[in-house]
């Protein structure tokens, strides 16, 4: 095995979960469709408007229902609407208002596939009329026979996609009108006779066939059969190339489903369309809740880096804010932690964040900023900071190593394990002095600074109270019953799993401990896994749902730490430097 390279292994899984409405892998010979069309004054879609609807009810090519009514629009018919339809002002006087006919009709397509020529239209009237009188718009799967036919027939079939041009080509029993039923039984047969051409393009089910109506490339459609027997289960999917190679990687609750949105219209990024391209497999990783499908992921792509996954990538490139060794110890960016560090900051994402927050210390307490090696028996020239008063000359032995420590290293040891006040204090007090002195812009950049420090002080204390337990398990309640189980081991997820409906968890949870990852303590707020992934277990941890089954010590953070300053940091990220003059203590 080659050095950091991550091996999968799948843990206990849950039972798919059941979609609602309309599933979009059912057969389209088994999907029952309501076939609509309205007539209307012309105007837009404002609520109003309707002068009839038809509807016909099909399924597997056999008529089930028929729904047809005229609708009095409450307005005059303009002339032109009377001549194309043949529809009068005195055949709608008696019929019923469109509030009076929405309730049948919403009922006549409830469970079904809505079916339209130019859906976009009849659907806009719809949905107006129902929220203009109240009812709830069912939003049902649409098909649109327009949008089909502009995918299935060529130009040299059929010189446009009209609906008369399209029941021409297709010989339907009824022919177009322009009166709503007529309309929509020559939109029925139109319907069937496009469903049989879909069969070449390997288009069997509802949810392909919408798909492929939208303007999918031409590399999604070729690509579509890699979503095919894909679990509908939490986990992990893997985008492969021909030589195996990860393309990409990614999570999901239900990975049957979220690769299908791959091959929709919906997924525009180009970077996904040339991955597509190279893709040749896709493989699914069932995993046993959504937590653990997110620290799978992390690790698939720390382990591989995926050339088409731009997050978290990397995670060995997180760097450290520490205070070195000797008399006069100063601030030093470094790649990782030894044993005997006990003064540092971090992790952060990039060299440039940490030195951000080494800036913030600089402008509270009188830390030293030079890299030279200093004696305590042997002077050094001092720099332009010692001359202008920002820096207690150590160099020169100026101050003492006792109070050195008192003033400048103390304080940086207290704010990042314990308690911030003292820098907190002092960078409010010189964003107050610039914002008084009008000199704006200076204080913004030490608010920005005052930020930074903030932010690592919270997300390191924050990670430390969780990865100073040696075990922890927790459990949360699985959607279809039964409960999700966690065993964390100092910060790291070493086992998951799902106890079944109706049964105690505590067998559930010895076979997980017993099957779990050994993980052995280490230095530091992350020792054995990245912040990341024990970030994403503590937000797991702290939903309001999450129970605390059982842990192995305390969980515990400072009283006094840097989160009590959560305000502050909102303040001091999102506002401007007048909003924090008053946060001094």
């Known amino acids: 095995m080659a050095p950091g390279e991550y091996v999968q292994q799948t843990l206990a899984g849950l039972d798919p979960t059941a979609g609602g409405g309309v599933d979009p892998a059912l057969p389209l010979y088994a999907t029952t469709f309501v076939v609509v069309d309205l007539e209307t004054t012309g105007g837009a879609p404002d609520g109003g408007g309707i002068t009839e609807i038809g509807a016909v009810k099909v399924r597997g090519g056999e008529e089930l229902g028929v729904l047809a009514t005229l609708v009095n629009p409450g307005v005059p018919i303009p002339p032109f609407i009377t001549v194309l339809t043949g529809i009068t002002q005195a055949m709608l006087l008696p019929a019923p208002p469109i509030e009076q006919v929405l309730p049948s009709f919403l009922e006549f397509i409830s469970d079904a596939v809505l079916v339209a020529h130019n859906a976009p239209y009849d659907v806009g009237f719809l949905k107006a009329a129902c929220a203009k009188h109240g009812y709830r718009w069912p939003n049902p799967r649409v098909l649109d026979t327009a949008a089909l036919a502009r995918r299935v027939l060529t130009r040299d079939e059929v010189p446009n996609r009209k609906l008369g041009t399209l029941a021409a080509y297709f010989r339907t029993a009824t022919q177009p009108t322009h009166r709503a039923l007529d309309d929509a039984k020559a939109t029925v047969d139109v319907l069937h006779g496009l469903i049989a051409r879909l069969g070449g393009h390997r288009v069997d089910t509802v949810g392909e066939a919408i798909e492929f109506a939208r303007a999918v490339t031409p590399t999604q459609r070729r690509k579509r ?17 021909a030589d195996d190679r990860p393309l990409y990687v990614g999570t999901s609750g239900d990975i049957a489903t979220r690769v299908r949105s791959y091959f929709t219209a919906a997924e525009k990024r180009a970077r996904i369309s040339e991955m597509l391209a190279a893709a040749e497999r896709v493989e699914a990783v069932e995993c046993a809740h959504p937590l653990e499908a997110e620290v799978r992921e992390l690790r698939l792509i720390a382990a591989h880096a995926p050339p088409y996954n731009r997050r978290s990538k990397f995670p060995e490139r997180m760097v450290w804010l520490k205070l070195t060794d000797g008399p006069y110890p100063r601030l030093s960016v470094v790649r990782s932690l ?3 560090d006990t003064a540092y900051l971090g992790p952060f994402r990039s060299k440039q964040a940490a030195e ?6 600089h402008d509270a307490v009188p830390l030293r900023q030079c890299t030279h090696r200093l004696s305590l028996r042997t002077v050094t020239p001092a720099c332009a900071l010692a001359e202008l008063g920002r820096c207690p000359a150590p160099c020169e032995h100026r101050i003492t190593p006792e109070e050195y420590d008192h003033r400048a290293a103390a304080p940086f040891r207290t704010a990042t394990a314990s308690d911030p006040q003292v820098v907190v204090d002092a960078l409010l007090a010189r964003i107050e002095t610039l914002s008084a002195s009008r000199r704006y812009e200076e204080a913004a950049v030490v608010r920005s600074r005052l930020a930074a420090v903030l932010r690592a002080a919270v997300r390191m204390q924050r990670l430390a109270g969780l990865t100073r337990i040696a075990e922890l398990t927790a459990a949360r309640p699985a959607p279809g019953g039964g409960w999700e189980l966690a065993l964390v081991r100092h910060g790291r997820l070493a086992g998951a799993g799902v106890s079944p409906p109706g049964v105690h968890p505590r067998p559930t949870i010895t076979a997980i401990r017993a099957t779990a990852e050994t993980v052995e303590p280490g230095h530091g707020p992350v020792p054995r896994a990245s912040a990341e992934e024990t970030e994403r277990i503590l937000s797991w941890l ?9 842990m192995s010590s305390e969980w515990s953070s400072p009283v006094s ?4 300053f959560r305000d502050l940091l909102a303040k001091a990220e ?11 203590s």
Not at 227 to 241: S, T
Not at 542 to 550: C, D, G, S
């Open 225 to 241: 059969h890699l979503a095919e027997g894909l679990p509908k289960v939490p986990g992990v999917y893997i985008f492969r190339a």
């Open 561 to 564: 730490g840097a989160g009590r």
């Open 338 to 340: 030894a044993p005997g």
């Open 574 to 584: 999102n506002g401007g430097s007048h909003q924090l003059s008053t946060e001094r």
């Open 356 to 361: 951000l927050a080494a800036a913030g210390f």
């Open 542 to 550: 702290e939903r309001p749902e999450t129970r605390l089954v059982e």
